[in-house]
């Protein structure tokens, strides 16, 4: 049985915030970026996700089972929508203090929205149209198969795939709106984070690690390790 407790080195009366600053320490050296391997740092997201989990630590407590979270698709799609976003600012070479972030990030979800929103509706008034054409479509001799018809029911199916996927997309879109509400983007120059936003920056890159597992992938966060004496998500 794999003990997530030894994997933080904590104690089992540990509170959620020696959970998170174990976590901290160790991300560092665990990463693969950072020296370790990828089943070491697979092992500490575990273990992290767990133990700062009341329900999800009752239940290793008792069961000794670790009780892994379902993936969410909402959330998924929210938080891949984030990375995005937060990837544009990361590689957009521009001063970080000159930049609202928070306001950025949101304005371009919101646009996002509304051109998602806007397709919809043109598509919805293009299905309008295409009811009234077959409505109008007369086949002028008698024979076998409907060709036209069949044309207009791909157009159909078509429009109304699209609409689905839009419609979906808003939803991530909102969600991840929703999720950003909790978060706050200061510059360290001018203001000291404090431990409920560190451990919220924390709780989000370990959102996107276990997301990255679900997904198959290995994100390099090598460049985003700070130095020691920063104090960041990560030490």
């Known amino acids: 049985m794999i003990d997530l407790y030894k994997i933080l080195g904590i104690k089992r009366s540990a ?13 560092k050296k665990a990463h693969p970026d950072g020296g370790g391997t990828d089943e070491a740092f697979n092992q500490l997201v575990v273990a992290y996700s767990v133990l700062s989990d009341e329900g999800r ?49 949101e304005r371009a979800i919101q646009d996002d929205i509304a051109a998602r ?37 791909w157009h159909e199916v078509a429009i109304q795939g699209q609409i689905k996927k839009n419609e979906v997309i808003i939803g991530n879109l909102e969600r991840a709106l929703v999720i ?12 000291e984070p404090s431990e409920e936003v560190v451990e919220a920056l924390n709780d989000i890159l370990v959102s996107l690690d276990e997301l990255a597992a679900i997904l198959n992938t290995s994100p390099s966060r090598a460049e985003a390790m700070p130095k020691e004496a920063e104090p960041t998500a990560f030490g």
Not at 16 to 27: F, M, S
Not at 64 to 87: F, M, R, T
Not at 91 to 103: C, F, K, N, P, V
Not at 117 to 135: C, D, I
């Open 15 to 27: 509170r959620r915030k020696e959970v998170h600053k174990a976590y901290r320490k160790q991300a």
């Open 57 to 105: 630590r009752a239940h290793y407590d008792q069961t000794g089972e670790v009780e892994l979270p379902q993936p969410d698709n909402l959330d998924g799609g929210a938080i891949e929508i984030i990375a995005e976003k937060l990837g544009l600012i990361i590689h957009a070479e521009q001063d970080l203090a000159a930049l609202e972030i928070g306001t950025l990030i």
């Open 117 to 153: 929103k806007a397709s919809v509706a043109h598509q919805q008034r293009a299905g309008e149209r295409l009811v009234r054409l077959r409505a109008r479509a007369k086949r002028k001799a008698e024979g076998e198969g409907d060709l036209v018809a069949r044309v207009l029911d």
């Open 180 to 191: 950003l509400e909790d978060y706050s983007f200061i510059d360290e120059a001018t203001a």
